[in-house]
Nanobody, 127 residues
Framework: QVQLVESGGGLVQAGGSLRLSCAAS????????MGWFRQVPGKEREFVAT????????YYADSVKGRFTISRDNAKDTMFLQMNSLKPDDTAVYYC????????????????????WGQGTQVTVSS
């Protein structure tokens, strides 16, 4: 089993920054693509960013491209999401997730390709 715990969320003014962390325990995640998703009440979970197992490639939703940066530290089984120039539309619960297959990132946009999820951390951006 893998446990994922997000941290770093909070309340920030528009234009500000936050850095989310996702710490994995139980089993290493260094062989797996990891991703960030977000969700607001009444809407489906939305892809934000993903990073391949070795950090060689990363992908972003168009809505966050140029503002958010995903990274990972495999030695510490930890993933990060640096969020800059935050907007009120970024307000959501942010979840980290581990991809279901080792050394793969196919269909990374699909939440059902990830089989371990954290409990989420709230990010609120005020205008």
């Amino acid at each position: 089993q893998v446990q994922l715990v997000e941290s770093g969320g909070g309340l920030v003014q528009a234009g500000g920054s936050l850095r989310l962390s996702c710490a994995a325990s139980g089993r290493t995640v260094s062989d797996y693509t990891m991703g960030w998703f977000r969700q607001v009440p009444g809407k489906e979970r939305e892809f934000v960013a993903t990073i391949t197992w070795n950090g060689g490639r990363s992908y972003y939703a168009d809505s966050v491209k140029g503002r958010f940066t995903i990274s990972r530290d495999n030695a510490k089984d930890t993933m990060f999401l640096q969020m800059n120039s935050l907007k009120p539309d970024d307000t959501a619960v942010y979840y980290c997730a581990r991809f279901s297959d080792r050394y793969s990132s196919s269909n990374y946009l699909e939440p059902n390709k990830y089989n371990y999820w954290g409990q989420g951390t709230q990010v609120t951006v005020s205008s």
